[in-house]
């Protein structure tokens, strides 16, 4: 399974944008990327998934380059909800999949 | 969206007694449920994977006989934490993949339960 390096933590003010990016350096051919976001005493909530290139849809963005070794999450226009831990899972996607979680990213939006 | 629910949300037990928590797929069939554990500010750890009508398969350094699972049904899964103890207190998600949509890659996630033992 492929090890992901985030940042523990990051700040922003509402109305910003945001940019999370994930290492994934040892990316399997088959690996899809996903964000998941959690807040406090809940499950993770799916954010967005590409393989390749960028992917857009009605709350994010995901920027993957041709190498694939890293992958950013951009968040338009933050607000306040949106304060969460964000994780970056990289696996296949396959019905026997398993999903290792990192340590995830802390996002704090101030007013 | 596909919804997964827990059952109980949360739990106090005292200590050696044994507690089950229920996790259903509302809408959807799911082959494949995975449960997992966080302890405060940390990450989500697998603890294991369960396919309906087999046995669980556990990650290593979890205990099969402590951390029973069934997975009798297509829509529902559980965990029963055997004679608990305060270092079992934490919060336990499980996640399900939906058996139509099985290689769409996304997951459904419970809610989560919350365990205290005293």
């Known amino acids: 399974l492929a090890k992901t390096t985030q940042p523990i933590s990051m700040d922003s003010y509402e109305g910003q944008e945001v940019n999370i990016t994930c290492s994934h350096n040892n990316i399997a051919t088959n690996d899809y990327i996903t964000w998941y976001q959690q807040f406090p005493s809940q499950g993770p909530r799916f954010i967005i998934q590409g393989y390749k290139t960028k992917v857009t849809n009605e709350v994010a963005s995901l920027f993957i380059p041709a190498d694939r070794k890293s992958s950013t999450l951009s968040l338009p226009r933050v607000s306040l909800s949106d304060t969460a831990v964000y994780y970056c899972?990289?696996?296949?996607?396959?019905?026997?999949?398993?999903?290792?979680f990192g340590s995830g990213t802390q996002l704090t939006v101030l007013p | 969206g596909a919804v997964v629910s827990q059952h109980p949300s949360w739990v106090i037990c005292k200590s050696g007694t044994s507690v089950k928590i229920e996790c259903r797929s509302l809408?959807?069939?799911?082959?494949?449920m995975f449960w997992y554990r966080q302890f405060p500010k940390q990450s989500l750890m697998l603890m294991a994977t369960s396919n309906e009508g087999s046995k669980a398969t556990y990650e290593q350094g979890v205990e099969k006989d402590k951390f029973l699972i069934n997975h009798a049904s297509l829509t529902l899964s559980t965990l029963t934490v055997t004679s608990a103890h305060p270092e079992d207190s934490s919060f336990y998600i499980c996640?399900?993949?939906?058996?139509?949509?099985?290689?769409?890659?996304?997951?459904?996630f419970g809610e989560g339960s919350r365990l205290t033992v005293l």
């Open positions: 899972l990289v696996g296949d996607i396959g019905p026997a999949r398993q999903l290792t």
């Open positions: 996640s399900a993949v939906d058996r139509v949509a099985q290689n769409t890659g996304e997951l459904f």
């Open positions: 809408d959807f069939q799911a082959t494949t």
